[in-house]
Every structure is written in C-alpha cells, then in structure tokens.
C-alpha cells in the first residue's frame, strides 16, 4: 500500500503569501491518479486538482499542482480569504487509494 | 448537476452492522468509467478511502478494513449501498459518497462529494 506524506503539517501565512505544499509517496505514483482536495471546516471536501496538474471545474488558476514520481507539490499563488483550509493528496494505485494527513494552512 | 446524499443511522451500537444508502442525480451508474465511492473521516482527523464500486459492477476495498465491508449499486434507484460489520468505537466517523469520475488518459477522481453523515459508535 502507498503511504502518502504531506508537508508541512501547519502552513502558516499571511493572505496575498504564496502556499507551497507537498506531498511524498512511499514509492512511485502515476501522475494520473495524484489528486488535491480542500476542505473547510464542516464541509466536505472539494476537488483542486486531478492528475497531478489539472485545475478541476470552477477551480482559481492560483492553484497550480506538479511533480512526478514520488514528489508532487501544490502551489497557491497568492493565497485569498477563503483559501485558509485544509489539503489534502489522494492517489490511486493498484485499485487502491490513500489520502495524506493533510496540511492545514492557517492565517498568520 | 451532479448531487449525492449520504443516509442511515446516526447511532450504532459495538458489533452491530451500518447500513448507509448513497442517493444521486445527475449521472448514471451504468455509464462507462463512472464510479462511486465511500470515504470516512473520524472528528479532527485525516480521511481514509473504504471502497469503490464501478459502472460495470467492479469494487475495490480499503485492505484493512476489506473483511467488513460490501459495497452494491441499485442502478435503477440511483443509490449505492455501504454495509460494515462489527462496529466499534473506532469507527465513529463522517461518512461520506463521492463520485468518481474519468477525465480521460487515465485519469480519474472524486470530483462531486455528498454532504456526509455523523455516523457515533457506543452503547
């Protein structure tokens, strides 16, 4: 099973900062299958990205996903009010999908 | 417009069995590619996939937890079925269906979440 790794846990920044996630897997993950989602506090998560680099449906092009391989980044350009949230990484590999812990990005 | 609700008991009691009912709109489960899938968060923590079932009736389980559960689909309701045996504690959690869509050149994700139900485990 793929073990999947995010860091920071806390991201502490300012809004208008730039957000730099990552996401580690304990081997390799096709970029197909790499997913980023956000969630608020009592809501349900929503979909950023799919594979590893495509903005899902209504997504602001201030997030931005890449990597490969092992290593897979989220980038929030310039990060808004409504951005402050929690991510997470999901990946999809031998029929079976792993989510991260998460990396909570809070306003400094 | 894709919707999904989650549905079933808000209090279940150790070893007894959830039955939770996903009910959508908007897409047909017997559309090629098209799947959908159940996904649990316990208060403050991180989420973990339970299971998956396809168009074409595959499934997939989470390996741990794969001797407790079964996934159906009912295609002409437009509901799919979560069953999980042996409550405990452990498993009180927001249960959430999503589904799980094919972008094409292999990629795939849950693109349309429910609203999820509280699901306590005790006596």
């Known amino acids: 099973e793929i073990v999947l790794t995010q860091s920071p846990g806390t991201l502490s920044l300012s809004p208008g900062e730039r957000a730099t996630l990552s996401c580690r897997a304990s081997?390799?993950?096709?970029?197909?299958?790499l997913a980023w989602y956000q969630q608020k506090p009592g809501q349900a998560p929503r979909l950023l990205i799919y594979g590893a680099s495509s903005r899902a449906t209504g997504i602001p092009d201030r997030f931005s996903g890449s990597g490969s391989g092992t290593d897979f980044t989220l980038t929030i350009s310039r990060l808004e009010p409504e951005d402050f949230a929690v991510y997470y990484c999901q990946q999809y590999g031998s029929s079976i999908f792993t989510f991260g812990p998460g990396t909570k990005v809070d306003i400094k | 417009q894709i919707t999904l609700k989650e549905s079933g008991p808000t209090l279940v009691k150790p070893t007894q069995t959830l039955t939770l009912t996903c009910t959508f709109s908007?897409?047909?489960?017997?559309?090629?590619?098209?799947?959908v899938g159940w996904i649990r968060q316990p208060p403050g923590k991180a989420l973990e996939w339970l299971a998956l079932?396809?168009?074409?009736?595959?499934?997939r389980y989470s390996p741990s937890l794969k001797s407790r559960l079964t996934i159906t689909k009912d295609t002409s309701k437009n509901q799919v079925v979560l069953t999980m045996t042996n409550m405990d504690p452990v498993d009180t959690a927001t249960y959430y269906c999503?589904?799980?869509?094919?972008?094409?050149?292999?990629?795939?994700?849950?693109?349309?979440w429910g609203q999820g139900t509280m699901v306590t485990v005790s006596s």
């Open positions: 999503a589904h799980f869509n094919y972008y094409g050149s292999g990629r795939y994700a849950f693109d349309i």
């Open positions: 908007g897409f047909s489960l017997s559309t090629s590619g098209v799947g």
């Open positions: 079932i396809y168009w074409d009736d595959d499934k």
């Open positions: 081997q390799s993950v096709s970029s197909s299958y």
